[in-house]
């Protein structure tokens, strides 16, 4: 961590060395500029139309806490005296549209999607899109823009919306090069991971967020290239067109980040008012430190790792709004604990990358540990830790007791349907919440017990002759799957069968994904909750479909099934609908399918003394005493 400082505060001194040789060796004095000659003078502005955009120099240096001008951010021409020329070129918000998933500039929108992101100011009662356009309702309220799909800095290109490092060498790159540099090493600053799952089958295997189907062109990701889509083609009975996978790619890039979308930040997230929302502190404000919400897209809609996290592995950190609400929050106590209970490191003030730190041996911006090792956790728990390591549990991860609780996705359905106004047959349908449930115990590669979220997955009209039955339980690295990563995973997935689906299905592959969780810490779950009966973890799912009902996968709009993970195998039972007894028909091909043999089993209770000690123990902690 100390280096992590040191390094933060070189890069700092010099980023600020570096804007005030670029200002007074290149661009001369600020009053050339005639960017503040209108947006410095509010009467005019407010003629104009836009009194939001109101900005002076001494604002800007106290939001930023840099001294940089407006076109070393926005780019523009400064020495242009008409609004026309001045504006050429520049650099600013977007708006991605639904339909087609199109970006576009905010000064280039109409009527009423024009007025609704004027400026940017908070909006509603939730943080997760409290900077999204809204538009007045029929009641004179207002609701969020439905025709508008995300906001977008202008760090991201305006036709891939990837993160485009020609502008951000313009840009920010102007006083921080060596971060800008260090970045597009990184799998955040280049997708490097993700962009390798171009298909459902193959060496890398499928995926449960999707295919990337169009891969960007270098070295400024600003158009695409149609390999990914053919790789696709090749391996599918229903094609994918140019403008389907292009659309879909869009879709996608939204989440990876770019340097605004962790470091710059409208509203202060610590600042809170009268009614715990945050505070609006300036549009020019930053932060060195990427906060939590900017992880979860920082007011502009739910994305980045709050889609990954509190939506689909149901791990969440937040949790609250922010979690895909549980089928019955009120009527089930777990779901209503689930969803009322942040993690505890949240609810302390912890960030994100104060456990997903900096890479100490590469130092490249964006370069973030994916699985703190205990030693993290001893920074903090250092004796836990300890004598952790030398008790009964000591081959299970700290998050196999404390994520008692999870929640997310119940089944992934990726088939036809119509994406971003679009008929496709690569469409996801996610949209079934459960109520929240305890997490499987599994055993990885190295031997060590992890919680893991279970979800099965279909995904359909692929070459039945390139389907291959894993057998057992795929980690998602070498030599399991041939994908390069910066770190290892812990997920995993398994093919576990086929049938023949209707005429738009072609042959439908069946596949369980496998996620480990580690957030939506707690107390530790009981020991019960783990050593059943012979080993066996059964783990009832209630889902429930949350979109249209002409949209769902067939029927399946309500129900039940079993995780179940014992001497015999990981599997899918009791398949049940509304009833809690007859299988929907979408579902009747899927009985049986998703089931994988082995021994999942978590080790028998041998010594019963041993056991009662250390159930006592739990006990004590969770009245108040020590766990020791």
């Not at 100011?121 to 009641?139: E, H, I, Q, S, Y």
């Not at 505070?279 to 939590?292: A, D, L, Q, R, Y």
């Not at 979860?296 to 990954?308: E, L, N, W």
Request: net charge positive; glycine share 10%; aromatic share 8%.
């Amino acid at each position: 961590m100390k280096k992590q400082v040191i390094f933060g505060l070189a890069l700092s001194i010099g980023a600020l060395l570096i804007i005030s040789h670029k200002t007074t060796a290149q661009q001369g004095p600020q009053e050339t500029s005639t960017c503040l000659q209108c947006h410095g003078n509010g009467k005019k502005m407010q003629e104009l139309g836009y009194p939001d955009f109101t900005i002076t120099q001494e604002a800007v240096e106290k939001q930023t806490g840099m001294p940089a001008t407006c076109e070393m951010c926005h780019q523009g021409n400064p020495n242009d005296n008409t609004m026309e020329g001045a504006h050429k070129g520049i650099l600013g918000l977007a708006v991605v549209m639904k339909k087609g998933i199109v970006a576009v500039p905010r000064r280039e929108l109409k009527g009423e999607d024009r007025e609704s992101i004027k400026g940017l100011k908070l909006k509603g009662d939730f943080v997760g899109n409290a900077l999204f356009p809204r538009v007045t309702a029929g009641n004179g309220g207002s609701v969020l823009n439905p025709r508008v799909f995300i906001i977008q800095w202008h760090d991201k290109d305006i036709n891939t919306i990837a993160f485009n490092p020609g502008i951000a060498e313009k840009t920010c790159g102007t006083c921080h090069p060596e971060a800008v540099k260090s970045y597009m090493k990184t799998a955040m600053g280049l997708a490097l991971t993700q962009s390798q799952y171009a298909t459902w089958v193959g060496p890398t295997g499928p995926q449960s967020c999707g295919l990337w189907t169009a891969a960007t062109a270098k070295p400024d990701n600003d158009s695409f290239t149609t390999g990914n889509m053919e790789k696709y083609n090749a391996v599918s009975t229903a094609h994918l067109g140019k403008e389907q996978a292009f659309s879909n790619q869009r879709n996608c890039n939204t989440c990876h980040a770019g340097c605004l979308d962790c470091h710059y930040s409208p509203f202060n997230k610590e600042a809170r008012d009268s009614k715990g929302n945050p505070k609006e502190v300036g549009v020019h404000t930053f932060s060195f430190k990427p906060t939590v919400l900017s992880c979860m897209g920082d007011g502009r809609a739910q994305i980045c790792h709050a889609g990954p996290m509190e939506r689909r592995r149901g791990d969440g950190f937040i949790k609250g709004d922010f979690a895909r609400k549980a089928v019955a929050d009120l009527r089930n106590k777990n779901s209503k604990k689930y969803i009322e209970t942040p993690d505890i490191h949240f609810a302390k003030g912890i960030t994100c990358v104060d456990c997903h730190d900096q890479n100490h041996k590469t130092h490249n911006m964006g370069d973030q540990i994916r699985s703190p090792e205990p030693m993290e956790c001893a920074k903090c728990h250092k004796q836990k830790v300890s004598s952790h390591k030398k008790g009964i549990h000591r081959n299970l991860s700290c998050e196999a007791c404390h994520t008692p609780l999870v929640a997310g996705y119940a089944f992934n359905f990726w088939a036809p349907g119509k994406k971003f106004g679009l008929e496709t047959p690569l469409d996801r349908h996610p949209f079934y919440t459960v109520n929240a449930m305890a997490p499987i115990i599994l055993k990885d590669k190295k031997g060590q017990w992890n919680p893991y979220h279970i979800v099965p997955h279909i995904s359909t009209n692929v070459k039945k002759e390139e389907i291959k039955l894993t057998g057992k339980l795929i980690f998602r690295n070498k030599p399991d799957v041939n994908i390069k990563r910066e770190y290892p995973s812990d997920d995993a997935f398994a093919v576990t069968g086929t049938y023949e689906g209707s005429k738009d299905e072609g042959t439908v592959m069946a596949w369980l994904n496998i996620d480990k969780v580690a957030h939506a810490t707690t107390k530790a779950r009981s020991c019960r909750s783990c050593h059943g009966p012979g080993g066996a973890q059964r783990v009832v799912v209630d889902y429930k479909w949350m979109g249209k009902p002409d949209t769902a996968y067939k029927d399946v709009l309500s129900g039940s099934f079993t995780i179940v993970a014992d001497k015999k195998g990981l599997r899918i039972e009791n398949l049940s609908g509304a009833d809690g007894k007859t299988i929907p028909e979408g579902l009747k091909p899927l009985s049986g399918k998703w089931s994988l043999m082995g021994n999942f089993s978590i080790p028998e209770i041998r010594d019963k003394r041993a056991y009662a000690e250390e159930k006592a123990r739990y006990e004590r902690a969770l009245s108040g005493g020590r766990y020791h």
